[in-house]
């Protein structure tokens, strides 16, 4: 269980997130939603390490690891897949995925790992060599992905998964990040695609102006006259 408790963050000097509540289950697919600037992904950055919490805890299976440095994070079992994917653009797709199995732990299974990764993304399977910035949009998230699972995490934070990227390649982010789910790996997703977060979560929260505003089953959110308005474009 990965638990965020009245959690606050400020993003330099003004206040990002506030008093945020949230809890990922071993297994669970858990996905926060909200607007442009709601603090999504500064609250995400905190959970993995690298935004530092200015009050509240977070914690793993009870666990306080507030204060941990950010490689710490990892050894909790956590990693991320940054906004922007963020790739090593000059290596080669090999190299961005063995950069994630860094650890010791992770090192020792690199060759399963990475058979799991190409096995969720075929594609990538024939770019192996290629460089990673020249990977189209698509294939870069999937490396980006790859890399993170190559750490083999129990928590996998994805932030904006399917931003810039076109319907049919959103689909297949959404396709593997079920399978990811299914495989055990408990997964918190923050999207701006409402629509399909909601449609493969367990839980979601909305999240407004840096506070949890909504919480619960996704079917019983996209009910709500506010939430299919808001974020669903759909009238009541």
Do not use: W
Request: aromatic share 4%.
């Amino acid at each position: 269980m990965y638990e965020v408790s009245d959690v606050a963050v400020n993003y330099g000097a003004a206040a990002a997130v506030a008093d945020v509540r949230l809890r990922v289950a071993a297994g669970e697919l858990v996905v926060v939603v909200g607007p442009n600037g709601a603090g999504k992904s500064t609250l995400i950055n905190a959970m993995a390490g690298l935004h530092q919490v200015v009050s509240g805890r977070l914690s793993v299976d009870g666990r306080d690891i507030t204060r941990e440095a950010p490689h710490r994070f990892c050894d909790r079992g956590i990693a991320i897949v940054p906004e922007g994917r963020r790739l090593f653009a000059n290596l080669t797709v090999r190299e961005n995925l063995e950069i994630g199995s860094y650890r010791a732990a992770a090192r020792r299974v690199r060759a399963e790992s990475l058979a799991r990764v190409c096995a969720l993304f075929p594609m990538l399977v024939e770019k192996m060599d290629a460089a990673a910035g020249a990977l189209s949009g698509g294939q870069q998230q999937m490396v980006a992905i790859g890399r993170a699972l190559m750490a083999r995490p129990r928590f996998l934070l994805l932030d904006e998964p399917s931003l810039g990227l076109s319907p049919m390649i959103t689909r297949e982010m959404f396709r593997a990040i079920r399978e990811i789910n299914a495989a055990g790996v408990a997964v918190l997703l923050v999207e701006q695609n409402v629509a399909a977060a909601l449609e493969v979560a367990h839980r979601a929260y909305v999240l407004e102006e840096g506070r949890i505003v909504a919480e619960g089953a996704p079917r019983e959110l996209a009910a709500q006259p506010r939430i299919r308005k808001a974020y669903l474009g759909i009238e009541a």
